[in-house]
């Protein structure tokens, strides 16, 4: 094979990859013995066909077998010839004119190389954020985790049924004045505060006492009609301390539950904090870098933007009833471009960051992440672990944010800081201050970023 360049740059390389006549068709004779050893057909031993035969069956099949071994050892070869570390994106090719048996057959190979670029000195003055948690705040989330699920007490026998209370009954099926055994049944439930589209069922339990009955017909088991007797009912203790509540449910020390408590919403306002940290990190490294990105990886970017534009106008869209009108791709593909450049860039700086300083991201990383989405939503957690169980992408994604996160935390222990302490609150209003433009957005994001529940805190 020939080389030769057609154009060249710092950060890109056409080579034009001339295959001569004869080692195309020593490929293709190779591949055609090699799927000659499989091949069958009627009257011949398998492997014992002869190679004309198999060229009129799969010959066009060795032709695209040949190129594509010919192509991929040329790429390598290529590489090796540019004398380059990296490649910033793989090697993409076109074919100058189509195979005809005793021809050579050319190919354009682009290289794309990633940008030449040293760190410069880090010399950035943040404003960091410590989290400030009040001994009231604590109080308010222990007390409403403590009683997010109430402490059942049997209750006595001339009791009335109310909200909150926990039934147990039994159901009997009844088909002409004869029980039906096999449709019987025995369950408990809880008496919800709001009945929603089960108004029906609930309100029959209302104000009714262990013992009594009543008739329903249940739709969802063939609206077969049963008799429901009332077995036993439970019901919220009343007037227990917060301390005879955390003993109940196995809390020995209550101290220690609260440091607990307090390091969890400590923790959700360090994850808060994170965004205006990042913000000032990379406002600096914007200002302290510029150069020129692969055009391909640009095309990327910018493909993406325009993707999640286009998503959030059709959001916007569905949400308010009102068309929403956009610029052209091109429109907005000029408007974003200094931006998306120096999204690229960045990505570029902070990359080479976790090199030079060998920040990684190992299995452990990744699994702690994906636990820590778990426990903000536990009663999404198969569902979040299947989607990344069966999403390559999504962990790559996830893996990439986690890189992101260890740069620009040690970034920070490299940085000038100025400490200054903040509420939940204070915080927020911070990181609304960062999305002035876009106020819907902010507000938006900033809620997603900063609330939590009393689950998740603990």
Known sequence: MIFKDVVSDSLRRDVRIVFESKEIEDEIDKCLKEKAKTFRMHGFRTGHVPLDIVRNSVG????????????????TECVGRLNVAELATTPVYRFENNYEQGRDVSIILTVEVPPLFELKPFECEVVRVIPKVSSDVVAEMRDRYLKLEPILEKA???????????????AKCYNNGVESKKKSFQDKILIPEEFGENAEFFGNFLCKKIEDSFDFVVKDRDNMKYEFTIKSVKCPAKGLSIEEIAIRKGIKDLADFESVVKRGLEEDISDTAF????????????????????????????????AEIKRDAAEEERRTGQKQKLDSDEELAAEYADIIKKRVILGYVLNRFAKEKNIGVSQHDVQSAIMKEINKAPHLADKIANFYANNPDAV???????????????????????????????????????????????????????????????
């Open 156 to 170: 006595q026998k001339d009791h009335e049924i109310q909200r909150g209370d926990e039934v147990t009954y039994v």
């Open 60 to 75: 066009g099949g060795a032709v695209k077998d040949a190129f594509d071994a010919l192509i991929s050892k040329a790429c």
């Open 396 to 458: 790559a994604y996830k893996k990439a944010e986690i890189i992101e996160r260890k740069v620009v935390d040690f970034l920070m222990t490299q940085a000038k800081t100025n400490d200054v302490e903040k509420t939940k609150e204070e915080l927020g209003e911070l990181v609304r201050n960062l999305f002035e433009e876009d106020e819907d957005a902010a507000a938006s994001s900033v809620d997603e970023e900063i609330s939590y529940s009393a689950e998740a805190v603990v």
């Open 275 to 306: 965004i205006y940290h990042k913000s000032q990190i990379l406002e600096y490294l914007g200002e302290q870098y510029d150069f020129d990105v692969p055009q391909s990886i640009f095309d990327y970017e910018t493909k993406n933007l325009l």
